[in-house]
């Protein structure tokens, strides 16, 4: 009993009452005026709302291919908290918040529908889930706060404006130009929106309003006693300014889930279905007002339901059963894949729909880099617990991903893989960031295309479980997952599609045998000392050479000819051709002599060319020390066994394997070399 009265106090301790006190805030008219005052962001619309909730996890200015994008921490920092972060979708993102931006200065967009359109999987829904979690969190702030009222009823209990509307439409229509004038003049500059009272209280209020009104023999004053102003906390699960449309079966639909519906059981009560306080005012429209609506899949919904958007989006009002068109304040946000949007197009009856549509392409990542973060925040080593993902696994299925989106490119000279690597910032000989913009804007459909994250998500998966009796994953695994899943995939229609998709795995599978066979050479050639050596010889000679001089030998101290095949042996693991040897050594002597001139010594490492043709050299002239062939025939003698376990300590400290990744890497790459593999 003790223990529990202890957990009990704890969590009491834990409990902020201040906190709990501020978001049940109750008062009086008079003190919310004075919060407008004070606070004018509290009147805001809800499209200002939710533009400003975007701005306050802050921005950043990045640049890419020469273009200035503005990337929103909203949908990365704010959706890591949630788990959700959408990446490399900076450019559909910001036209997203440019189209709440011109909502919330009044230009036009606030009419509209903002309908969410691309491939399944592609974050249309993880968008519109951010926005609505977003809305939640920054109501519950000082920045983000609102307040909507509740009437006294007679048994002395009160009864909460059932479409959480805003406090100032309390104020008579006669007496709102007077009242927004002093309001204006008061706010701060700071404040970039003018405060507006639009539109009129529901027939709930209204009918509420019209009777106190009489009853007080038109006293507002005395009618606003009736009322206690609270502030409002948007809630997706409370059903408080933010609504989920999902269409259902064509014959079940019914647009009263939109804009609500008799109450039966009170007709006899107040003798008319016609009575506002007969009527639910229930629907998603009526809940979501002053909030956001997302509607899940838009354009499946019935004909009759596309009406109430309709006036909905344009006049900012719906028309409940029985009452007259009632105002309302949301943004209306849906999303759509492309089969349903091409029915759309193709519609005659639906034109009225898409002119009051603002369409936002959400594509695939198209950018590696971005592709791998998707799969990282799921697949890491806190998740996947007594497993060891390899390197390059996650790598290796987002490329193939990202290859599946791309358009093979126009340009004789480029490959798709090369394409895909320009895509992720990597420099190719030949091509500019011009070039690169030119390439995208060749294809403007990229990423509507493609495999979705999902199905690589679903074979990682498949992968990581379908081995107990391995302690990790590699590349060749989750391949062959995705490959062996593609004859089974639902949405790939024709077998030309599916022979496409085995071509770009083969290019994938070259790709990795590049690099760990880069990895292990690099692990083998990693001796520091060894390198240095090679590096001061080959120096030492080229000097030699450029100023025809001799070489003194250090062991002998006899002079003689430079060694040109020491020499060529290295320069030509870069490609250097006899041709332009004598160029290529002069720049080197150049680039040694200038920072001589400055003070400072040469260094390998600096040169990243060199570093390569000397960590290539090097380990032609060690991996027949080490055998390494010899590992596929399982016969290893001591002293090239203790190598090998160098190389193995190099692959698990610098490269992130374990100890049975980097054992299958080192017999994988040896089966290469046995069979002859090596490419130069």
Same mark, same amino acid.
């Given at each position: ?40 962001q ?47 979708l ?34 249309k ?6 926005l ?14 609102l ?27 006669? =007496? ?21 009272? *639009? ?50 079966d ?100 639906m ?27 799921d ?30 490119p ?41 495999i ?11 992968? =990581? ?62 001796d ?85 043709? =000397? ?6 002239d ?25 190389? *193995? ?15 299958d ?16």
């Amino acid at each position: 009993m003790a223990e529990g009265k202890a957990l009990l106090a704890s969590l009491q301790s834990q409990f902020d009452l201040d906190d709990f006190r501020k978001l049940h805030w109750e008062g009086s008219f008079e003190d919310y005026l004075n919060i407008v005052v004070q606070q004018p962001q509290v009147t805001r619309t809800a499209h200002q709302r939710l533009y400003d909730m975007i701005l306050s996890h802050g921005t950043e200015e990045v640049y890419e291919n020469k273009e200035k994008i503005v990337h929103y921490r909203f949908f990365t920092e704010f959706g890591a908290k949630l788990g959700e972060s959408v990446y490399g979708l900076d450019r559909p993102l910001m036209q997203l918040v440019n189209a709440f931006k011109s909502a919330a200065f009044g230009y036009g967009t606030e009419r509209r529908v903002l309908l969410l359109h691309g491939p399944v999987g592609s974050s249309k829904s993880t968008i519109a889930r951010l926005l609505k979690r977003g809305l939640e969190q920054y109501t519950r702030t000082d920045a983000g706060m609102l307040f909507t009222f509740a009437w006294k009823g007679d048994d002395g209990g009160w009864i909460p404006c059932p479409m959480h509307q805003e406090p100032l439409l309390l104020v008579p229509k006669e =007496l709102r130009p007077a009242l927004l004038a002093q309001l204006n003049a008061q706010k701060p500059d700071s404040y970039p929106y003018e405060i507006q009272i *639009k539109g009129d209280l529901n027939p709930y209020c209204r009918h509420l309003f019209n009777e106190r009104m009489q009853r007080y023999q038109g006293d507002w004053q005395r009618v606003l006693q009736d009322v206690k102003v609270v502030r409002m906390v948007m809630s997706e699960q409370d059903r408080i300014g933010i609504g989920t449309f999902q269409p259902k079966d064509e014959k079940n639909q019914d647009s009263t889930e939109l804009t609500g519906d008799i109450n039966y059981r009170k007709i006899a009560e107040y003798g008319t279905d016609s009575d506002p306080r007969a009527f639910n005012f229930d629907g998603e429209l009526n809940i979501a007002n002053r909030g956001i609506i997302e509607f899940i899949e838009v354009l499946k919904l019935d004909v009759a339901f596309l009406y109430d958007l309709l006036g909905a989006s344009q006049e900012h009002k719906i028309k409940p059963k029985k009452f007259a068109q009632t105002d309302i304040d949301e943004v209306i946000l849906g999303h759509t894949n492309e089969p349903e949007y091409r029915r759309l197009q193709n519609n005659e009856f639906m034109e009225a729909l898409r002119d009051r549509t603002v369409k936002i392409d959400i594509p695939y990542v198209t950018r590696l880099r971005d592709e791998i973060r998707i799969y990282e925040k799921d697949f890491n080593s806190a998740r996947v617990r007594g497993k060891h993902i390899a390197p390059h696994t996650i790598e290796i299925a987002a490329m193939w991903a990202v290859l599946t989106r791309l358009s093979q490119p126009k340009h004789a000279n480029l490959t798709l893989l090369q394409k895909l690597k320009l895509y992720n910032g990597k420099t190719l000989s030949g091509f500019t960031e011009d070039n690169v913009m030119e390439l995208k804007r060749e294809a403007a459909q990229e990423g509507m295309i493609g495999i979705s994250p999902r199905y690589i998500q679903d074979k990682i998966s498949n992968a =990581l479980v379908a081995h107990p009796e391995e302690d990790n994953i590699n590349p060749f695994m989750v391949m062959h997952e995705l490959e062996s899943g593609l004859r089974h995939h639902t949405l790939i229609s024709d077998e030309s599609q599916l022979q496409r998709y085995r071509e770009l795995l083969s290019i994938v599978r070259e790709e990795y045998e590049d690099i760990v066979k880069n990895e292990v050479q690099r692990a083998i050639a990693a001796d520091e000392d060894a390198l240095a050596r090679l590096c001061s010889n080959y120096i030492d000679n080229v000097k030699a050479y450029t100023q025809r001089e001799k070489v003194r030998d250090r062991y002998t101290g006899n002079y003689q000819e430079p060694d040109e095949r020491l020499m060529r042996s290295i320069e030509e693991k870069i490609d250097i051709p006899e041709g332009r040897k004598d160029d290529f050594r002069r720049e080197i002597m150049n680039y040694i002599g200038a920072l001589a001139i400055d003070g400072k010594r040469f260094d390998y490492k600096t040169n990243e060319r060199l570093q390569k043709a =000397l960590e290539l050299k090097l380990f032609e002239d060690q991996k027949d020390t080490i055998k390494l062939t010899t590992l596929v025939s399982n016969v290893v003698d001591r002293a090239t066994q203790e190598k090998i376990d160098v190389v *193995k300590a190099r692959l698990i400290r610098n490269y992130g394997y374990n100890e049975s990744s980097a054992t299958d890497v080192l017999n994988f790459v040896a089966s290469i070399f046995a069979r002859g593999q090596t490419k130069k």
